[in-house]
């Protein structure tokens, strides 16, 4: 059985560290009644017990820090690591790009072609449109502006995005996860909806 004389110095020990530490949970009655027992003999001073925890929580501070700083250092070099790549592989499809338009010039061609042979060389408009819509196609490379770049090239400057979770493949029927995507763009360009010439849809 614990002393109840015991209870004081415990009792001042953990007033210092719930003022020190607030969100601390006080002792329960079974706690502190299992301290004092443990503290019986020999008994220690409610500021060297204070003293005692506060060196223990700043231990237990101090390697929470370095564990949290190694993280982010592997994050760190995680995300350069990855940013590499990315330049690597931006580099890479430049110098591809020219191959792969190209390539779908050869086969809209070849395909456009194909479509005239089957009317007998005689192209209906119907058709050539449809075909021609069939094998349309388009990409875009983003490459960053230099002091080189033409003054009239075509610039990127606003996106936007945006998932509402409506549901997992239909947008909202007010279209609001396309409005918020576009408000983004127009803000990021710094422009207004008045100022937009020419919209692109499609679906």
């Known amino acids: 059985m614990a002393d109840i004389a015991l209870l004081r110095p415990l009792l001042e020990a953990q007033s210092e560290l719930l003022r020190q530490w607030p969100q601390l949970q006080p002792l329960s009655v079974a706690e502190a009644w299992r301290l004092a027992g443990l503290q019986a003999a020999p008994q220690a001073a409610p ?51 020219p191959q792969a338009v190209l390539r779908m010039q050869e086969r809209f061609v070849a395909r456009f072609q194909e479509a005239l042979d089957r009317l ?3 192209p209906d408009a119907q058709a050539t ?36 979770a409506y549901h997992m493949s239909s947008p909202h029927p007010d279209g609001l996860g396309a409005q918020a995507a576009m408000r983004q763009a127009l803000a990021a360009a710094g422009l207004e909806p008045h100022q937009i010439e020419y919209i692109n849809l499609h679906g």
Not at 59 to 86: D, I, K, V, Y
Not at 137 to 163: K, Q, Y
Request: glycine share 8%; net charge negative; with cysteine.
């Open 47 to 97: 500021g060297a017990l204070a003293a005692a925890a506060a060196q223990a929580a700043r231990q237990a501070l101090h390697a929470l820090q370095q564990a949290r700083a190694a993280e982010g250092t592997r994050l760190r070099e995680f995300l350069l690591e990855r940013c590499a790549r990315l330049r690597e592989l931006g580099q890479r499809a430049a110098e591809l790009a």
């Open 120 to 122: 007998g060389g005689q």
């Open 129 to 164: 449109q449809e075909r021609l819509l069939q094998e349309a196609a388009a990409f875009a490379l983003l490459e960053p502006e230099g002091p080189d770049t033409p003054p009239d090239t075509v610039r990127l400057t606003g996106v936007g995005e945006s998932s509402d």
